[in-house]
T-cell receptor
Framework: EAGVAQSPRYKIIEKRQSVAFWCNPISGHATLYWYQQILGQGPKLLIQFQNNGVVDDSQLPKDRFSAERLKGVDSTLKIQPAKLEDSAVYLC?????????????FGQGTRLTVV | GENVEQHPSTLSVQEGDSAVIKCTYS??????FPWYKQELGKRPQLIID?????GEKKDQRIAVTLNKTAKHFSLHITETQPEDSAVYFCAAVSSGGYNKLIFGAGTRLAVHP
């Protein structure tokens, strides 16, 4: 089966600029996660969708980050304006809903550098 | 909120030795505990998982144990090989919500020939 697709792979922007990342989860996966992984750290959950609804965004800096998942499939994560500390890899993951099968599959990630 | 602690942050072993990574979790509603391996510049990939109704699971050279009472779970790698060198993340999924997946900070394992 096709995996989780993310784009772009790399992005370099200046601080205060805006940027958007795109994720296409595995077909049929109801749950979609966006993680921020700063170099040397574990993935930090930013936002979790169940179909097209947000079920957790407690760690999302809502003054500058936003995300949407229209029609319960693709998702975009936006940062506006970016700060130096936003430099990280942004990982998208998806999983089937509920039950014992909760394995999350990750995309390749988008490496963001803010200069 | 939910939290997963992971130790050690770095681990260096000789080829053929065993490696053990330990994690604790805070949410008693957690019922699924996956372990991911992340090689440099690559995506995290699931290597083994354990569910809360099982105390131990083994897959060739890797095994996981779970102590629900103490909220501890561990990854054991035996007969380590240089290709086991990577960063390993433990994680916990809570059944109290929509399968919220929380990761530990990671363990960088180096296996020396």
């Amino acid at each position: 089966e096709a995996g989780v697709a993310q784009s772009p792979r790399y992005k370099i922007i200046e601080k205060r600029q805006s940027v958007a990342f795109w994720c296409n989860p595995i077909s049929g996966h109801a749950t979609l996660y966006w993680y921020q992984q700063i170099l040397g750290q574990g993935p930090k959950l930013l936002i979790q969708f169940q179909n097209n609804g947000v079920v957790d965004d407690s760690q999302l800096p809502k003054d500058r980050f936003s995300a949407e998942r229209l029609k319960g499939v693709d998702s975009t994560l936006k940062i506006q304006p970016a700060k130096l500390e936003d430099s990280a890899v942004y990982l998208c993951a998806s999983s089937q809903q509920g039950g014992w099968t909760t394995e999350a599959f990750f995309g390749q990630g988008t490496r963001l550098t803010v200069v | 909120g939910e939290n997963v602690e992971q130790h050690p942050s770095t681990l260096s072993v000789q080829e053929g030795d065993s490696a053990v990574i330990k994690c604790t979790y805070s949410d008693s509603a957690s019922n699924y505990f996956p372990w991911y391996k992340q090689e440099l510049g690559k995506r995290p990939q699931l290597i083994i998982d354990i569910r809360s109704n099982v105390g131990e699971k083994k897959d060739q050279r890797i095994a996981v144990t779970l102590n629900k009472t103490a909220k501890h779970f561990s990854l054991h790698i035996t007969e380590t090989q240089p290709e086991d060198s990577a960063v390993y993340f433990c994680a916990a999924v809570s059944s109290g919500g929509y399968n919220k997946l929380i990761f530990g900070a990671g363990t960088r394992l180096a296996v020396h020939p």
